[in-house]
Nanobody, 120 residues
C-alpha cells in the first residue's frame, strides 16, 4: 500500500521559514515533487527532484529548496523568505518519470496536503 504523508505546515509572517516533510511508504520512486493549490485555483508545481536533477518554479527559485533523505523515504521542502502569495495547501507527489517535471500529470501518488499560511 502506497502512502504519502505531509507535515510541517503552519502559519508564519512574511519573511519567515518553514520546512515541509513528506514521509513515503510502500513505494520508492525515482521522481518526487511538491505542488501547491489555493481554493479555486489550479494546482501548480513548486519543485521536483529526480536523483540530482531538480526543477523549481520561477516564483520560488532562490527561496525554496527541495531535497530527499538518502534512503529516499522522506521528501523535504525548505521554504525561506516566505511571501503571502505562497499561501496554499502543499502536496507531496511521487511518479514514475525520469525528469523533474512540474506537471501534475507526471505523478501517480499523492499525499493529502498540508496548509501553509503566510501573513503580511
Amino acid at each position: 500500500q502506497v502512502q504519502l504523508v505531509e507535515s510541517g505546515g503552519g502559519s508564519v509572517q512574511a519573511g519567515g521559514s518553514l520546512r515541509l516533510s513528506c514521509a513515503a511508504s510502500g513505494y520508492s520512486s525515482y521522481c518526487m515533487a511538491w505542488f501547491r493549490q489555493d481554493p479555486g485555483k489550479e494546482r501548480e508545481g513548486v519543485a521536483a527532484i529526480c536523483a540530482r536533477s531538480i526543477t523549481y518554479a520561477a516564483s520560488v527559485k532562490g527561496r525554496f529548496t527541495i531535497s530527499r533523505e538518502s534512503g529516499e523515504n522522506i521528501l523535504y521542502l525548505q521554504m525561506d523568505n516566505l511571501k503571502p502569495e505562497d499561501t496554499a495547501v502543499y502536496y507531496c507527489a511521487a511518479g514514475l518519470g525520469v525528469r523533474p517535471y512540474l506537471d501534475p500529470d507526471e505523478y501517480v501518488y499523492w499525499g493529502r496536503g498540508t496548509q501553509v499560511t503566510v501573513s503580511s
